[in-house]
């Protein structure tokens, strides 16, 4: 028996609903759980470094995410069309919108890239890094700019795959290339095993040729339609305006709420850059321990847009919001562990990345914080993730301006400037941001208008 089939007489069966989120996520779960870790053990090396390490590549987070914020838009519209399709059991179309979604990534990472690297200098600055964060991390922004295309396709393609309901695929070949991605790392960070001692610039490398062996497999794959996706390149220049059309529709509120997400953060970057290094490291170290949280959220995220896109498509609403219910339960619980766990083991998490005490002070005390909102953090992500999934891409957008411009920045300027209150102030601006969210969002989702969006 289905899912669908157990809702048949309007009665729910939990254990079989539950069997099928927990099915969809927790290859998601951890695949980005791994490759947190991944970046945490990356960071406590480039950490050995110092401070300036940490910085230079902190500060390169914003700028690479905000010229991936485009194709966030593409990658929500391929998910959606080809969850919806494969519901609707139209595989032509599924095929069809991974090959618009792929080609379309490949020639405007080339297009947005290239004009970057040319400017890495002037962004650093832009950024507010001193000249010793510029001189130690200038190699390192080029390469990783480079990575940026070729991780721009794979993420494209894992979109298409978590759509088709295929989330082990690209869990097996991310955690493969962070594997590979951190003993890399060590080589060419501290030059072993014979490699060059190249420093920060080395974490770069190590990043890139990780990123070009993930994209590499990922295309063999789905080239040879292993995932029930195939990549057929004998129509590749053929654009269905019409599935364009779809895209774009249900794409642009994604990629304006990305912008609206990272032009933010690169401000708000600016006011915490302008406490000085040490305190910048310290902000950093906290960004990177929370992403092992945010990671959870977003892995259930995903669960949601696949399901929920899926039951829509099989035109089953009940379903689709049963769905959303369980997701957030399941979510939520996760949360909760980890947000006891952060708050207990603060300082001995924080003392992982540096033996500088008053980085460990102050990015301790802000993990406190990230613990009492992982509750809020997790279920906004996985409430906007299961409206994505359903084609109703305007409130997250709508939810994030609220809680960016109109919290995190607001806030944080008064807190650090006004009230003089640091580090925990620019922090206490992204614990409010995180509630607002998660507010909207919810009080969308109650109102099931979702369940009837058009795509």
């Known amino acids: 028996m289905d899912t669908a089939s157990a809702l048949g007489a309007g009665v729910v069966d939990k254990k079989l609903l539950r069997k099928k989120v927990i099915a969809i996520a927790w290859p998601a779960v951890t695949e ?102 510029i001189a130690i991390g200038l190699g390192y922004f080029k390469v990783a700019l480079i990575g940026v295309i070729f991780q721009n396709i794979s993420l494209a393609i894992a979109a298409v795959l978590r759509g088709s309901g295929d989330t082990k695929t690209p869990m097996k070949v991310n955690v493969a290339s962070n594997i590979i991605n951190v003993a890399l790392n060590y080589a060419l960070i501290f030059g072993r095993f014979g490699l060059p001692q190249m420093g920060v610039t080395g974490a770069g490398v190590a990043t890139l040729v990780s990123r070009i062996l993930a994209f590499g497999i990922l295309m063999i794959l789905l080239i040879r339609g292993k995932s029930g996706l195939k990549l057929n390149f004998s129509n590749i220049l053929h654009i269905d305006y019409k599935l364009m059309n779809k895209l774009i529709k249900i794409g642009l509120p994604s990629a304006m709420e990305q912008l609206v997400l990272r032009t933010g953060n690169l401000f708000f970057i600016k006011i915490v850059a302008g406490l000085g290094t040490i305190v910048y490291a310290a902000h950093q170290i906290s960004i990177n321990i929370l992403s092992l949280s945010f990671t959870t959220g977003m892995a259930f995220a995903m669960a949601a847009s696949t399901l929920i896109g899926q039951s829509l498509g099989a035109e089953d609403t009940k379903l689709a919001e049963e769905y959303g219910k369980e997701v957030r339960h399941l979510g939520s619980v996760v949360a909760t562990s980890i947000a006891a766990i952060f708050f207990v083991f603060s300082k001995q998490i924080v003392g992982l990345y540096t033996n500088e005490q008053e980085v460990i002070n102050s990015a301790s005390m802000v993990l406190k914080m990230i613990a009492i909102i992982q509750p809020f953090q997790s279920s906004q992500l996985i409430l906007a993730g299961g409206l994505r999934g359903a084609g109703d891409t305007r409130w997250p957008l709508y939810s994030t301006m609220a809680g960016i411009w109109g919290i995190r920045l607001t806030l944080g300027y008064l807190f650090v400037f006004i009230f003089d209150l640091g580090l925990i102030g620019a922090w206490l601006g992204i614990c409010i941001d995180q509630v607002i969210r998660y507010t909207i969002l919810f009080l969308r989702f109650r109102t099931g208008k979702w369940k009837y969006v058009k795509i």
């Open 32 to 133: 980005l759980i791994l490759i947190s870790l991944f970046g945490a053990i990356d960071m406590i090396m480039v950490g050995q470094l110092g401070a300036a390490a940490i910085a230079s590549i902190g500060l390169t987070n914003q700028p690479i995410f905000l010229i991936m914020a485009v194709f966030q838009a593409l990658n929500v519209g391929g998910t959606a069309i080809v969850s919806r399709a494969i519901g609707a059991k139209n595989n032509k179309e599924a095929n069809q919108a991974t090959r618009h979604v792929i080609f379309i990534t490949i020639i405007f990472s080339i297009l947005i890239v290239t004009p970057a690297i040319m400017y890495v200098e002037a962004i650093y600055k832009f950024m507010g890094a001193d000249q010793e964060v």
